[in-house]
Each structure stands twice: as structure tokens, then as C-alpha cells.
């Protein structure tokens, strides 16, 4: 007799019947496939015991695991746990799940665009202070290497109008100590707005500047090293 021979598996009759789906509806979002072990997701939910929410946001009361699944099969959707405290029964919620996290996607890459595109203004006076000014530097440093852009303003008040050279020659210093940092598209512009010198500075080294910066610096070497 041959004993390696194996009988064909047969489903056991008094094991639970597996949950039927109404017409039109979807099976649950990971039915025919395991759940990674960190999404408390469907049978990937380890609590024997949830305090469950429906689709509609009817609290359910306290249900045990299987029994929770078993609602968002009949509804064709997923059983998933939203909140867990310790000492408590996890708060769970019948719900689509792909479309919960197509939401949740859509809805951190609009905080990130939203992030990328605030505007930060710092003002300056055309004489201001050293100290003043490289604190300035600093917070444009800062807002740029977190993504954001940096609107600078110097204004000029009354018979201040004739130092309009100065602003310009202070936007343009301001710029040349953040080209590893930001670049403006525009640059200094040639006329005052109104009163007022502005540029717009975005995220990102000015590689013109920093390149031009890296030849006259290799130059200025060369010549020293000739008069050496």
C-alpha cells in the first residue's frame, strides 16, 4: 500500500459558510488576498472585540471581530479600525476602503501643493542694520528650504524716494547670499512699484549665479597663486 498517496482536500461542511454579496455590490477590498500586518484592515484585524460604526455612521455598538466582518461583507465593503486606545475596545468603521485611501492621497498632496506654494514676506528698510539684515538672510533660508517662497519688500517712504539705487543695490546683495538657497525668475526690477522695490524669490540654487560665483572664485585663485 502505497502511503504517500494524499486524498484531494475537501472543504469542511461545519466550518461557517462564507458570506453572500447582493446584486451589484463589490466584494470587501481584500478578499482573495492578505493583509500586510500593519493595516488593522478586514482579517488583517487582530482585537477579538470592536466598537463598531456603519457606512452611515451608525454606532453599532460593541461586536465581536467576525461578526463586524461579516456586516461589511453583506454591504460589500471593508471593516476598518480607525482609532485604537489602550485598555478599550478599538473603534472600527464599515467602510470602501480603496476609495478611503484615494481621498486620503488626493488630500495630503493637496496640503503638500498648497505647502509648496505659501508666500512668505519679509520687509526691509533700505539702511537697515547688519545684524538686522543677516537675520532677514537667515528666515529666507529657512522658509526656502521648507518649500516655500519668499516675497521680499523694501519700502521707501516720503523723500526716501531719492535712495531708490540703494533698495536696489540691497535687493540685489539679498539675492546674491541666497543663490544656493533660491533663485527669482524676474530679478530686481528696474522701476520702483510705487513706492516699493519687490522680488519674488522660489525654492531651488540660482545655478547662473552659483556658477558665475565658481568661476571668478577659481580666477581670484589663479591670481593669487601667480603673485605668489
Known amino acids: ?52 460604526i456603519d457606512e452611515e455612521g451608525n454606532n453599532l455598538g460593541e461586536l465581536s471581530r467576525d461578526a463586524a466582518l461579516a456586516k461589511a461583507q453583506e454591504v460589500g465593503l471593508d471593516i476598518y479600525v480607525v482609532s485604537e486606545k489602550p485598555g478599550e475596545a478599538p473603534i472600527a468603521k464599515i467602510m470602501d476602503y480603496g476609495k478611503y485611501k484615494y481621498e486620503l492621497s488626493k488630500k495630503e498632496k493637496g496640503q503638500k501643493k498648497n505647502t509648496a506654494g505659501e508666500l512668505k514676506e519679509l520687509k526691509m528698510h533700505y539702511n537697515i542694520g547688519i545684524g538686522d539684515y543677516n537675520t532677514r538672510v537667515k528666515q529666507a533660508k529657512e522658509f526656502l528650504s521648507k518649500g516655500k517662497n519668499v516675497k521680499l519688500n523694501i519700502t521707501l517712504r516720503g ?42 524669490i522660489s525654492p531651488g540654487a540660482d545655478k547662473v549665479k552659483v556658477k558665475k560665483a565658481k568661476e571668478l572664485k577659481e580666477l581670484q585663485d589663479a591670481a593669487d597663486n601667480a603673485e605668489l
Not at 175 to 181: F, I, K, P, R
Request: proline share 12%; net charge positive.
Open 159 to 200: 523723500r526716501e524716494a531719492q535712495h531708490a539705487d540703494l533698495a536696489k543695490k540691497l535687493a540685489e546683495r539679498f539675492l546674491e547670499d541666497l543663490m544656493h538657497d533660491g533663485h527669482s525668475d524676474s530679478g530686481v526690477p528696474d522701476r520702483m512699484q510705487g513706492r516699493s522695490i519687490m522680488i519674488f
Open 1 to 52: 500500500m502505497n502511503n504517500n498517496f494524499k486524498r484531494p482536500y475537501q472543504p469542511s461542511s461545519q466550518g461557517p459558510s462564507r458570506p453572500s454579496f447582493p446584486p451589484g455590490s463589490r466584494p470587501p477590498f481584500n478578499r482573495g488576498r492578505r493583509n500586510k500586518p500593519n493595516i488593522p484592515l478586514n482579517e488583517g484585524i487582530r482585537a477579538h472585540t470592536l466598537r463598531v
